[in-house]
């Protein structure tokens, strides 16, 4: 069975203090991984997608990164903000499998001053 | 900048009634999809179509169906509101030749309560 798992499922951190969110995937055959971010009552904003051929992407203070042998990827945030405050959600999809998407249920990042 | 609407932010029902939920894209995207996003579950596929007059089930699309008329606009219907049915409902859109990324774009969500 396609499963995604995240952890931790939530986190608590004060602001300009790095952070890293895990995911482990058992999708199979795997086409790329994405990291959402979503703020609370909003929909999901993707922050990077990584490829089977990609093992690190970047967008501004988020790091993403995968390793495809062990089926692994996690998120990086550096120097956090307030509003960092989000559940951070992390998504596979199959090769050949269309559209569908396997979801984690999320990590739900606190940032405090 | 892809932009996913949907009609209501918030919605109040009341069980039995009929509840439509709309959703607008405006970037000619073939593919649209309704999810459900419910505490600890993760957001899950109820429907998508991939064309216009194009449906197809997703994980849970018992209690809903869906309407596509027009290529902009998807719309999910549940025929008998239930209880069981309120939680957050997120509609998506896509390109159909993304074949590498296939990303999908959602809209901000509506907030459905049945009571």
């Known amino acids: 069975k396609n499963q995604v798992e995240q952890s931790p499922q939530s986190l608590i951190i004060l602001e300009g203090k790095n952070c890293t969110l895990q995911c482990n995937y058992t999708v199979s055959p795997f086409s790329n991984l994405r990291w959402y971010k979503q703020d609370t009552g909003r929909g999901p904003v993707s922050l990077t997608i990584?490829?089977?051929?990609?093992n690190t992407k970047s967008n501004g203070r988020y790091t993403a990164t995968l390793d495809a042998d062990t089926k692994q990827s996690s998120l990086h945030i550096t120097a956090s903000q307030l509003s960092d405050s989000a559940s951070y959600i992390c998504?596979?999809?199959?090769?050949?499998?269309?559209?569908?998407?396997?979801f984690g249920t999320g990590t739900q990042l606190k940032v405090e001053l | 900048d892809v932009k996913v609407t949907q009609s209501s932010r918030y919605l109040v029902k009341r069980t039995g009634e009929k509840v439509f939920l709309e959703c607008v894209q405006d970037?000619?995207?073939?593919?649209m999809f309704w999810y459900r996003q419910d505490p600890g579950l993760g957001l899950r596929l109820i429907y998508f179509s991939y064309d216009v007059k194009m449906k197809e089930k997703g994980d849970i699309p018992e209690g809903y169906s869906v309407s596509r008329e027009k290529k902009e606009r998807f719309s999910l219907i549940l025929e008998s509101a239930s209880t069981n049915q309120t939680s957050m409902y997120l509609c998506?859109?896509?390109?159909?030749?993304?074949?590498?990324?296939?990303?999908?774009?959602f809209g901000p969500g509506t907030r459905l309560t049945v009571l």
């Open positions: 998506a859109s896509s390109l159909s030749f993304d074949r590498v990324y296939n990303e999908q774009f």
């Open positions: 970037m000619d995207h073939e593919n």
């Open positions: 998504v596979v999809s199959v090769t050949g499998g269309g559209n569908k998407l396997t």
């Open positions: 990584m490829t089977f051929s990609e």
